[in-house]
């Protein structure tokens, strides 16, 4: 693997004098600055494993030119030449260079580092010369300084000047190794593990925690370039990290507490930011033609599969045609800043897999996850297959390519095992692990037909040991269900539909979505409908919707659509219910509403109409939804309207009829009496 000697950036520009000096400021401030920026950088640990002579030496440096501005201070010196300014303010800008590149270092990816040696040692030695340039330049004769600061001058000079570029030879012939180690995992041939131990002893990776530390620096990395082969090259040296923290240290727990960072994967994020089909946070949310919006990978997905509708609302779509959502996208990036959580269009790993199809990276997976399923097929304590399955969890989030490896390497059905476990966290990380592979739409044929797969999960869903193993069971669920042959499958399941209304009625908000979500999808077949009808989905929608009005009115309105009319249409508390949204509900919430009250109306009968016509204020809450809701939520008000109107006329006549047609406009035809 070859590394380009431009590969490792600056994280931060070089400062501008403009950016730490005000024009303004006195020349007594900048001293100040000049002191605390000199002490910072020698309050600096050297770096330790690599670069440890570059950094002695140029902290050292800095420690004697702290003791030069703390001289000047002393001296009382306010005034000074305009080339003793300009000299202090270029010096402080080069110590700020040599801070940040001394911080980035220390906090950055080993790894990384190791392959930049010869670059980073550049660095080093230009910030050196600079300092060099400035002490030649420097105005000490004007400044009356004593003898003896003068002679520290003279040193520092002296010192810089002799400075050359020092690429320490065993970083340069660690690095070698690791170019060789990689080359091998390249070829499909399993690294030596003496060789991988010294080299991740000499990198001061020395256990699994800080391998996992590593993980994630790398990753950090891969969102600072730009250029594809140094992506390339740090996807590689995260599978090989991957591949030695599971052979030399064992597979991990997760972290509670003290995080370097969190990543979205391991934390709740606002239900707004998940998208409905990957259950993931959107990174790049669109707007289909019915308003809903998803990631833009996951909906392409479902389209170029073949579906013609949304998958939330099960309404077809009236083309295919995606509108950035660039105000949620905003808000999203601003939630991960907030968060220490890395935001790009797509994530890392899948980013560089789909452009550069690393074949490094991919037999470090197939490697890692050859050892771990070993590992989990010889385990006999339930701590060690909780780590292990923990582990696979952890992979199977990362990249499809780990999705894939997983699965083929016959994983399945020893996750089965780990379903019907007594230990809650073995059970999570098993149905999460399953729900995982789930995304790959390859792998859910796998779930499907694997003995046991299917009813593991349908059993977590129905009495697993904690909400979150239930939740993630939903979401598997649904996961499965953008397949159309399994949505018919597991439509026909009465024990599905059982858990996933009970899930949505008992479970805390966040799996109350993932059974919604799930039950949404299940509703667009009609062969479904009848069961959640029988399971007591109308009964549910409505004891949520005050909670979940989105999600319980968009049930709804599938369910009146695909069969299940004559079940809403006899609850008259549903139809007040759903008077309320349009009240007081969201943009979204109110179209929904008035869809599912239009279509109750055309066909639910005499009753139904007269249920809503006689509800105080309808018409003006109607009136206002047709001036300020959504382009299908001000026609739907409209049609509702209609509908209400002349119902009244045909009231006021005596024995009114009303037929409704069975149109799927937003138009209604009235038969009043002649």
Not at 80 to 103: D, G, H, M, N, W
Not at 147 to 169: F, G, H, Y
Not at 574 to 593: F, N, P, Y
Not at 597 to 620: D, P, Y
Request: charged share 25%; proline share 3%; glycine share 6%.
């Amino acid at each position: 693997m070859a590394v380009s000697p431009h590969a490792f950036p600056p994280r931060k520009r070089r400062p501008s004098a403009g950016s730490f000096v005000s024009p303004n400021f006195s020349d007594h401030r900048l001293l100040q600055s000049l002191v605390s920026i000199s002490l910072e950088i020698s309050s600096l640990q050297p770096l330790r494993c690599l670069f440890r002579r570059n950094s002695t030496s140029i902290i050292r440096k800095t420690k004697l030119l702290s003791v030069l501005f703390e001289e000047l201070i002393r001296n009382q010196l306010t005034c000074f030449s305009p080339s003793a300014l300009l000299c202090f303010e270029e010096l402080y800008i080069v110590l700020q260079r040599v801070k940040t590149l001394i911080e980035d270092c220390s906090s950055g990816s080993k790894m990384w580092l190791l392959m930049q040696t010869e670059s980073i040692s550049n660095t080093f030695h230009e910030l050196t010369v600079d300092l060099s340039t400035l002490l030649d330049i420097f105005p000490a004769k004007d400044l009356n300084l004593n003898e003896d600061i003068e002679e520290l001058v003279a040193l520092i000079r002296k010192q810089c000047s002799m400075t050359k570029t020092n690429l320490d030879p065993s970083d340069d012939n660690l690095r070698c190794e690791v170019l060789k180690m990689l080359d091998r995992i390249k070829r499909e041939i399993v690294p030596d593990q003496s060789k991988l131990s010294g080299i991740f002893d000499r990198l001061q990776l020395r256990d699994s925690t800080s391998c996992r530390d590593e993980i994630e620096n790398l990753e950090d990395e891969v969102q600072n370039q730009t250029d594809e082969k140094s992506k390339s090259d740090l996807i590689a040296l995260i599978g090989l990290v991957r591949y030695a923290k599971c052979v030399l240290y064992g597979a991990s727990t997760p972290r509670t507490a003290g995080r370097r960072r969190r990543s979205a994967v391991e934390m709740n994020f606002p239900a707004d930011f998940r998208c409905p089909i990957s259950l993931d946070l959107m990174r790049d949310p669109v707007v289909v033609s019915t308003g809903q919006t998803y990631d833009r990978g996951s909906i392409n997905l479902w389209i170029e599969s073949g579906h013609n509708t949304c998958p939330k609302t099960g309404q077809t779509l009236a083309h295919t045609e995606l509108t950035p959502n660039c105000a949620l996208k905003n808000l999203i990036a601003m939630w991960c800043r907030e968060q220490r959580i890395p935001f790009e269009a797509t994530e890392p790993n899948e980013r560089v897999n789909g452009l550069t199809h690393n074949k490094t990276a991919l037999e470090a997976t197939k490697m890692t996850v050859s050892f771990l399923i070993n590992k989990l097929t010889a385990s006999q304590s339930i701590e060690t297959a909780n780590r292990v399955v923990h582990e696979l969890r952890i992979l199977a989030k990362a990249d499809t390519e780990s999705r894939a490896s997983i699965a083929q390497a016959e994983a399945l059905p020893h996750l089965v095992k780990c379903l019907g476990s007594e230990n809650p966290n073995l059970q999570v990380n098993a149905v999460t692990t399953i729900l995982n592979l789930s995304i790959l739409e390859a792998n859910k044929t796998r779930i499907m037909e694997t003995d046991g797969v299917l009813n593991g999960v349908i059993e977590v869903l129905q009495s697993g040991a904690t909400w979150e193993a239930k939740g993630n069971a939903a979401a598997t669920i649904f996961s499965l269900t953008g397949v159309h042959a399994h949505r018919k499958k597991l439509g026909k399941k009465t024990r599905v539909i059982k858990a996933l209304i009970d899930l949505a009625r008992e479970g805390p908000t966040s799996s109350k979505r993932d059974a919604m979500v799930a039950i949404l999808s299940l509703a667009g077949e009609r062969e479904a409908v009848g069961k959640l009808v029988e399971g007591g989905v109308v009964e549910m929608t409505s004891e949520l919707m005050d909670r979940l009005p989105e999600e319980a009115v968009t049930i709804l309105e599938v369910v009146v659509k695909r069969g299940g009319l004559v079940a809403v249409a006899a609850a008259y508390h549903v139809i007040k219910k759903l008077a309320a949204v349009l009240r007081g509900g969201t943009d979204r919430a109110r179209e929904s509403a008035a869809a599912t009250l239009v279509n109750i109306c055309r066909k639910g009968g005499w009753e139904t109409v007269a249920e809503l016509a006689t509800m105080q204020g309808i018409e003006r809450v109607i009136w206002e939804m047709m001036g300020t809701g959504t382009g299908r939520g001000r026609r739907k008000a409209a049609s509702l309207l209609r509908i209400l109107r002349r119902w009244a006329a045909g009231l006021d006549g005596g024995n009114a009829t009303v037929g409704y047609s069975s149109t799927t406009t937003d138009d209604v035809s009235i038969v009043l009496p002649g």
